[in-house]
């Protein structure tokens, strides 16, 4: 029975205490009081402050957040008021009171949730009310904040590297007496500056479409089109398509049918060939590999042992069912014609696209249908209209259509304006931390990245969450998560030292020097002897002590080595910029949301508005 309470003891968390020091630094550990000083303890290092130079010992945070509690009332009073205020100004100038005192017990919260980290819910539940007026006094405030969001991280002009890949080795195939010559590759042109009549033309073409460099001009000609208000989110959907080609988009597989004695599969992806005998199919769930010798081939399936197949049969650029139905979209509502549409035609067509997306589990069909969708709006409410937007997933709100992964994105972006990044993780711990969705999951890790970054603490919170969600989701996106997880790990410095390497001496507080008593005598400077009696102490001379000496725990330096755990010595103050760089995402030019008049997430940084490089292994993008 006592076994079993002590492991129940065991398994308690450790309530930190906090000291406040004079300075204004707060430092959370298990505190001590000693006769003339504090102790605390904080991962593994003990550090030592004289009574005078602490402020207060806080044992409850109740006591630091009794000011930020008085804040919110008097925030509340100013927002009901300016609510029953018939004029504008007037309330207007109360929610502007109201704004900074909401800021400010945001911050307190924030503050004593990072001092206090295990347990008192209550921190928790006072921060979800806090967001919950400030989204009330932000919506007061709407017509004052119309700028766009601004990107979360500093990104770059440029479009991010290629990914150097190693060379792949060719495996061993049987010699042939003349092997085929390789063919020459032509020098890729750049793409040519096109109307934007043409550019459509290529758009609804599929032969045309697999042109890469017509491709690539009908995408630059798309970028910067002068296009009416309505058709903005087309242009925008447009441009995104062309970005990638059809394998890219699930519009074109190749297929690989395999096989043996007791196993049959057929794998679809994308077939890479890497000499006469030897071919790889990336597939979502890896890559394939295979290889002929003679008449046999050899099948080596991604994490499994090479297999004898009885027959591999290879179909390339077989289009896939959700291409035949683009084709099909394309020929029925012809992209050169779009600026004739009117609101009936939109309507058909987002009809005949919302019909086939759920089925056919396609991005790129939401994305066409929501954009007829947006040409739309504006125009008189009707059930069809409804009726449409909910095929399609999408959630009316404030006279627009968003999907749930929007306004989690549209969320992040607000917070990451005014750096309100602690609102913005109670947020998505509390209304999206559910969703499965990868971009939703994506956004809380970078917020608790930029967290971890600004206030220098909380980083194994932004690792250990990137890599439960590597875990979560397999291939590109897993290894980028992880690539990620290990670069926090990198930037990460001590919470102790901040980064120095070095603390502040405990004995001569940082002054090099101090006063010590002599502890042969107690200080007395006299000593009892047999033979003698009461002599002199020969330690200390008879003086008791030494006056303003050199402090010999850290040679007269006033600092000594951090041994705090996992303190790797000096480390500079991290950026952002030293977990990822950002590059400029063209799709939605760093807004996270593809289109203008939509909630919709883009595809291209899922949400961030940049595409984020690993800092610890660039190669690991998400594309």
């Known amino acids: 029975m006592r076994t079993a309470l002590l492991l129940f003891l065991a398994a308690l968390p450790l309530y930190a205490d906090v000291l406040v020091l004079h300075d204004g630094r707060k ?24 009574k005078e130079e602490v402020k207060a010992w806080i044992k409850n945070p109740k006591e630091l957040t009794t000011e930020a509690d008085t804040m919110v009332d008097d925030a509340k009073k100013l927002y009901f008021e300016a609510v029953e205020l018939a004029d504008a100004k007037a309330a207007d100038a109360k929610i502007r009171q109201a704004l900074p005192l909401v800021q400010k017990a945001r911050d307190i919260y ?8 295990d347990g008192h819910p209550e921190l928790d539940e006072a921060l979800v009310n806090i967001m919950k007026l400030m989204r009330l006094v932000r919506e007061r405030l709407g017509s004052q904040m119309t700028s766009p969001p601004a990107s979360p991280v500093k990104v770059k002009p440029q479009p991010p590297p290629e990914p150097k890949t190693e060379p792949e080795p060719e495996p061993k195939a049987e010699p042939k007496a003349e092997p085929k010559p390789e063919p020459k590759t032509e020098p890729e042109k750049p793409p040519q500056p096109l109307a934007l009549a043409q550019a459509l033309q290529i758009l609804g073409d599929p032969q045309k479409r697999s042109d890469r460099t017509l491709r690539l001009s009908a995408r630059e000609a798309l970028r910067n089109a002068k296009v009416p208000p309505d058709l903005a989110d087309y242009a925008a959907t447009a441009f995104a398509y062309l970005s990638n080609d059809d394998y890219t988009w699930d519009l074109t597989q190749d297929i690989v049918d395999v096989r043996a004695p007791n196993f049959t599969q057929t794998y679809s992806g994308r077939l890479v060939r890497k000499s006469d005998t030897a071919f790889s199919i990336r597939t979502p769930k890896g890559e394939v590999n295979l290889r002929e010798s003679g008449e046999t081939w050899f099948v080596k399936p991604p994490g499994s042992a090479e297999m004898r197949a009885t027959q591999v049969t290879i179909t390339e650029r077989r289009r896939s069912d959700t291409g035949t139905f683009l084709d099909a979209y394309f020929s029925t509502y012809k992209p050169e014609e779009i600026e004739r549409f009117d609101a009936k035609r939109h309507m058909e067509a987002a009809r005949m696209l919302a019909e086939r997306t759920g089925e056919l589990r396609s991005n790129l069909l939401l994305l066409f249908a929501a954009a007829h969708l947006s040409a739309l709006i504006g125009q008189p409410a009707s059930k069809e209209i409804d009726a449409i937007a909910m095929d399609l997933g999408l959630i009316a709100t404030r006279g627009t259509f968003a999907t749930n992964d929007g306004l989690a994105i549209a969320d992040f972006h607000r917070w990451f304006a005014d750096g309100e990044y602690d609102l913005g993780i109670v947020q998505f711990q509390r209304e999206y931390g559910d969703s499965p969705n990868f971009c939703v999951r994506y956004a809380h890790g970078v917020l608790l990245v930029a967290k971890a970054v600004e206030k220098l603490r909380n980083f194994n919170k932004a690792y250990d969450y990137l890599e439960k969600q590597a875990k979560r989701f397999p291939g590109k996106i897993g290894l980028h998560l992880a690539a990620l997880a290990r670069s926090v790990r990198a930037a990460e410095i001590c919470r102790v030292c901040a980064g120095q390497g ?17 502890k042969t005598c107690g200080g007395s ?32 330096t006033g600092r000594m080595d951090c041994k705090a755990r996992d303190c790797d010595g000096p480390k500079p103050t991290p950026k952002f910029e030293d977990v990822a760089e950002a590059w400029a995402c063209e799709t939605c030019r760093g807004t996270g949301l593809i289109f203008t008049r939509l909630a919709i997430v883009c595809t291209e940084c899922q949400g961030i508005g940049g595409i984020l490089v690993p800092k610890a292994d660039p190669k690991k993008l998400l594309k």
């Open 27 to 50: 430092l959370s550990g298990e505190v001590t009081q000693k006769k003339d000083i504090y102790e605390i303890r904080i991962q593994g290092e003990t550090l030592a402050y004289a």
């Open 502 to 518: 070095t603390l502040r001496c405990n004995i001569c507080k940082g002054r090099g020097k101090a006063d010590f008593q002599c």
């Open 110 to 117: 924030a503050e004593t949730r990072d001092l206090f980290p």
């Open 525 to 556: 400077g006299k000593v009892q002897t047999m033979r003698r009696g009461v002599v002199d102490c020969k330690a200390c001379k008879g003086k008791g002590g030494w006056m303003n000496a050199d402090c010999p725990k850290c040679g007269a």
